[in-house]
């Protein structure tokens, strides 16, 4: 079974452009989550969809934001990038809540 | 507020040893527990977890305790190997403000010594 994927693996963009992730979830999952990870902060909870549906939101501004595929694939968009947005965002898939969650390797964004 | 912590962030251990990660957490109506193990360029892979109705689970040269009493969460390695040299995350799911969540810890990372 392919694991989780996520297009671009790097990427650099500069402030006040826009950036479009995307992530293709393990075959059958359902549930698509969002994270960015800094070496400062951990890992962020950016939000989860579920059936197209966007199920729970983190504590991000509204230039973060996601949406879902009826195949599940999701993509998250950054608009008026910011210099703090360099990061790693990271997808993970699973069947649901409470269930093993399967990460992808992450998408390397880099804002100058 | 809700917080997943880890103790000690860098962790020298000798090969072959066995390795002790922690982690405390305040939310007492965190329901279930994950471990993750994240390499150098790679995104964090599932360990183990617990839920709250268990105080020990074994896996393969891992075991995970939970101690409610005290919110504390620990991993053991066991004959520590070169391999297990990575980042490791303790991670609490709860639900809050009607929203399912799951909280990560700052995460402690493992060096393995000759």
């Known amino acids: 079974k392919a694991g989780v994927t996520q297009t671009p693996r790097y990427l650099i963009k500069t402030r006040g452009q826009q950036v479009t992730l995307s992530c293709s979830p393990i075959s059958g999952h359902r549930s698509v989550s969002w994270y960015q990870q800094t070496p400062g902060q951990g890992l962020q909870f950016l939000f989860e969809y579920f059936s197209e549906t966007q199920r729970n939101k983190g504590n991000f501004p509204g230039r973060f934001s996601g949406r879902q595929f009826s195949n599940s694939r999701s993509e998250m968009n950054v608009s008026t990038l910011e210099l703090g947005d360099s990061a790693l965002y990271l997808c993970?898939?699973?069947?649901?809540?409470?269930?093993?969650?399967?990460f992808g390797p992450g998408t390397r964004l880099t804002v100058t | 507020g809700e917080s997943v912590g880890l103790h000690l962030p860098t962790l020298s251990v000798q090969e072959g040893d066995n390795s002790i990660i922690n982690c405390a957490y305040s939310n007492s109506a965190s329901d279930y527990f994950i471990w993750y193990k994240q390499e150098s360029g790679k995104g964090p892979q599932f360990i183990i977890d617990i839920r709250s109705n268990m105080d020990k689970r074994q896996g393969q040269r891992v075991t995970v305790l939970l101690n409610k009493t005290v919110k504390h969460l620990s991993l053991q390695i066991a004959a520590t190997q070169p391999g297990d040299s990575a980042v490791y995350f303790c991670?609490?799911?709860?639900?809050?403000?009607?929203?399912?969540?799951?909280?990560w810890g700052a995460g402690t990372k493992l060096i393995i010594k000759p």
């Open positions: 993970a898939s699973s069947l649901g809540r409470g269930n093993e969650q399967y």
């Open positions: 991670a609490e799911s709860l639900i809050m403000d009607s929203n399912y969540q799951l909280i």
